[in-house]
C-alpha cells in the first residue's frame, strides 16, 4: 500500500480523525497543536504530506501520508471531503469539531483507500 495515513484535523488544530493504513494500530495518542508541526523521520524511502483544506467555512483540514510515487492525491482528497459530507456531517449524532466516530464513514474510507492504491501506477517492485 502506497497510502499511509489519514488524518482529519479540525480548525482548533485538534485531531478529531486518524487511519493508519499501513501499520497495525497503536494504542498511543496522537495530539497536534496549532500551528502544526510536523516532524517525519525517513526511514527508507521518502514520504509525501498532501494538505487538502476543501471545508474553508469550517476550517476542517485533511492529511494524506503517502508515498511519493503514489498518483491521484488530489483526487483521494476530493474523494476523503466527500465521504466526510455524507457520512459525518450528515449523520444527526456528529457535532463539529467532535471525533469522527461512524462506522460508515471509516467503511468508505477504506474503499476509497484501497480504490486509490489499486489506480497507483506502480508496481511492488518499483
Known amino acids: 500500500m502506497a497510502i499511509f495515513s489519514v488524518y482529519v484535523v479540525n480548525k482548533a488544530g485538534g485531531l478529531i480523525y486518524q487511519y493508519d493504513n499501513y ?3 497503536a494504542e498511543a495518542e496522537k495530539t ?5 508541526d510536523l516532524v ?9 504530506v498532501s494538505f487538502g483544506q476543501r471545508d474553508g ?21 476530493r474523494k476523503i471531503y466527500e465521504i ?23 467503511q468508505n474510507l477504506k474503499g ?6 489499486k489506480a497507483s501506477n506502480f508496481g511492488p517492485g518499483s
Do not use: T, W
Not at 32 to 36: E, Q, R
Not at 41 to 48: R, Y
Not at 95 to 104: A, D, K, N, T, V
Open 84 to 106: 466526510y459530507s455524507d457520512f459525518a456531517l450528515k449523520n444527526p449524532f456528529y457535532s463539529l469539531e467532535m471525533p469522527i466516530r461512524c462506522e460508515l464513514f471509516d
Open 57 to 77: 467555512i469550517r476550517g476542517i483540514k485533511f492529511i494524506v501520508l503517502a508515498d511519493p510515487r503514489q498518483s491521484g492525491i488530489d483526487a483521494l482528497l
Open 23 to 25: 501499520v497495525p494500530r
Open 40 to 48: 517525519l523521520k525517513i526511514h527508507d524511502e521518502k514520504v509525501v
Open 112 to 117: 476509497a483507500l484501497e480504490i486509490a492504491d
Open 32 to 36: 497536534f497543536s496549532y500551528p502544526l
